[in-house]
């Protein structure tokens, strides 16, 4: 808490027998539709990676950004473990991508389907790729292979990519430490989340909603009830705004140490500010109720929710018909 007060809340083109090549693969398999989208997009730029066609991949990557749509997470669905061979092809291709955001965009993508599948090495080798090449390596660039390693609690590994970064000149930001700090808070770790604070507060990165989110999944980990309240509550007053997450860390820790009543008191406290957030608290703890057989308790939220007009999901419909309406 003492780090946590000391943070502020901041925060070309090819040739014309190359062209008409490429033109004449994709209009032989698919015309582009006058209204194209990125699902049409990404749907013909894994089907021509799935044929080893790179003439249309490198096209289409092209083609979409000039069209206004860019990649998704869906876009190098191609990719999997089981042919990662093709890393070398996909690279020249992107390789040779227009200058700007049409390679930059095409290099981050491919690192976050690689760090998704968590080929960290592979990831890696194409981040520095883009270091040696020059190509617009940035904190993004780095993101998703953070977010792998700490989702996998691989902390040490975590902590070597900052340091690649920092090598390179790219100072870690915000939200490299947040995937830092909320690994730890996960695991229950306060003593290496505290050292991430202080390193936040040392670089003077400041604190967003998931750092604060970050703090309080931790204290709930470990049982310091009182302690996540306050983070919420400092939250609050700094003018941050609580993700539904952040709710539902507390809630969760009240129902696990069985306090009923207070998770109840929490939630209304809450209500009547965001029917959206009122929705989802109320929805969480009532359907929590239930599952432990807390079925009166349930059954004065889930009145509580129609009287404020919250939306009921199936399950929470189903039991009102059968238990309150009756």
């Known amino acids: 808490m003492l780090a946590l007060r000391k943070l502020s809340s901041s925060s070309k083109s090819s040739s014309f027998l190359c062209s008409f090549a490429i033109q004449s693969s994709i209009c032989s398999s698919a015309t582009i539709p006058d209204v194209p989208s990125c699902t049409y997009y990404d749907a013909r730029i894994n089907e021509a990676g799935r044929q080893g066609d790179f003439a249309t991949v490198h096209h289409l990557l092209n083609k979409r950004v000039t069209d206004g749509f860019f990649n998704t997470i869906n876009t190098f669905k191609f990719v999997s473990t089981t042919n990662l061979s093709i890393l070398d092809d996909l690279l020249d291709t992107i390789a040779r991508l227009d200058n700007g955001y ?4 095409s ?6 389907r690689l760090s998704k599948m968590h ?4 990831a890696t080798r194409v981040a520095e790729t883009m270091v040696s090449k020059r ?12 977010n792998a390693l700490t989702k996998k609690e691989e902390f040490h590994e975590a902590w070597r990519v900052m340091e690649v970064m920092r090598s390179n000149g790219i100072a870690p930001d915000l939200t490299a430490y947040n995937f830092l700090l909320t690994g730890y808070c996960f695991t229950g770790d306060v003593v290496s989340a ?5 390193k936040m507060e040392e670089e003077e990165l400041g604190a967003d909603t998931r750092t ?5 999944l931790g204290t709930c980990r470990v049982g310091k009830l009182d302690a996540a309240l306050a983070v ?11 993700l539904y997450c952040t709710h539902a860390h507390i809630i969760g820790a009240l129902l696990k140490y069985q306090f009923y009543e207070q998770a109840a008191e929490f939630v209304r406290s809450y209500a009547g500010r965001d029917v959206k957030l009122d929705s989802e608290n109320f929805g969480i703890l009532a359907t929590r109720l239930i599952t432990r057989g807390k079925f009166e308790e349930a059954k004065e939220l889930v009145k ?3 009287e404020r007009r919250l939306a009921l999901g199936p399950r929470l419909k189903d039991f009102y018909e059968l238990h309150v309406r009756s």
Do not use: Q, W
């Open 119 to 122: 080929c960290i090495s592979e």
């Open 212 to 216: 604060y989110d970050a703090l309080v």
């Open 304 to 306: 509580e929710m129609t």
């Open 135 to 146: 190509h617009g390596v940035n904190n993004v660039t780095f993101h998703p292979i953070i």
């Open 107 to 112: 290099y981050d993508c491919l690192i976050a």
């Open 232 to 242: 919420l509550r400092r939250m609050v007053d700094d003018g941050v705004s609580p």
């Open 194 to 198: 505290a050292g991430v604070l202080a």
């Open 102 to 105: 049409p390679k930059k965009c």
